[in-house]
């Protein structure tokens, strides 16, 4: 069984550009998270996804972030315009259901450097 | 805000030795979860304790819960090399939505030497 996959895994790039992430859960899992893990930090959530739904976007910072789950499966996370403090690594997560009961299953993350 | 606080920061021992990590948390928890990240990689899920649990074992894992110190442990008997990695505590903290969200801590750094 395939594992949850992002791309890129690395991005580099000059600060006031996009940029976007992608996620492609689980096959079967429900729940999608992302998160943003700071160096020597744990991860935070920003966003979880019931199906196509958004459900707990209360640590996205909604004017520059924005995420999408157009048809309930794969995911794409964006930012508009990076910022310098946006460097970080940011990881997709998915579940079955949830419940907190639940293990995540993560995917490797992608890293942002913005310069 | 990060519930969970883990203890030590970093530990460094010699391979075939046992590594103890614990965690501290704020709140009330129904459980509590421990991931391992090694380098450069996402985290993978170790164990879950319910808070009805003083003690769960997998493999060389052993966690401990105590709710009444609000405080659970990880114990990694005989180590190897291939556990170097970050350990994590993680528990499901109510989010500014209002539904439960995980909350991971900063993490303990292991570093088991050959």
């Known amino acids: 069984e395939a594992g949850v996959v992002q791309s890129p895994r690395y991005k580099i790039i000059e600060k006031k550009q996009p940029v976007a992430f992608w996620c492609n859960p689980i096959s079967g899992h429900n729940t999608l998270y992302w998160y943003l893990q700071n160096l020597g930090q744990g991860p935070e959530l920003l966003i979880r996804?019931?199906?196509?739904?958004?459900?707990?976007d209360s640590q996205l910072p909604k004017d520059r972030f924005s995420a999408e789950r157009l048809k309930g499966v794969d995911s794409t996370l964006k930012i508009q315009p990076a910022e310098l403090g946006d460097s970080a690594v940011y990881l997709c997560?998915?579940?079955?259901?949830?419940?907190?009961?639940?293990?995540?299953?993560f995917g490797p993350g992608t890293r942002l450097t913005v310069l | 805000s990060q519930q969970g606080e883990e203890d030590p920061q970093a530990l460094s021992i010699q391979e075939g030795e046992n590594a103890t990590m614990n965690c501290s948390y704020k709140?009330?928890?129904?459980?509590l979860q421990w991931y391992r990240q090694n380098s450069g990689r996402g985290l993978v899920h170790l164990i879950l304790i319910r808070s009805n649990e003083r003690e769960k074992h997998s493999g060389r894992l052993r966690v401990t819960l105590d709710t009444s110190k609000k405080s659970s442990s990880l114990l990694i008997t005989a180590s190897r090399a291939a556990d170097t990695a970050s350990y994590f505590c993680?528990?499901?903290?109510?989010?500014?939505?209002?539904?439960?969200?995980?909350?991971f801590g900063k993490g303990t750094k292991l570093s088991v030497i050959p």
């Open positions: 996804y019931e199906n196509e739904e958004a459900v707990d």
């Open positions: 709140t009330s928890i129904n459980n």
């Open positions: 993680a528990t499901p903290v109510v989010s500014g939505a209002g539904s439960y969200q995980l909350t």
């Open positions: 997560a998915s579940s079955p259901t949830y419940l907190t009961y639940n293990e995540q299953f």
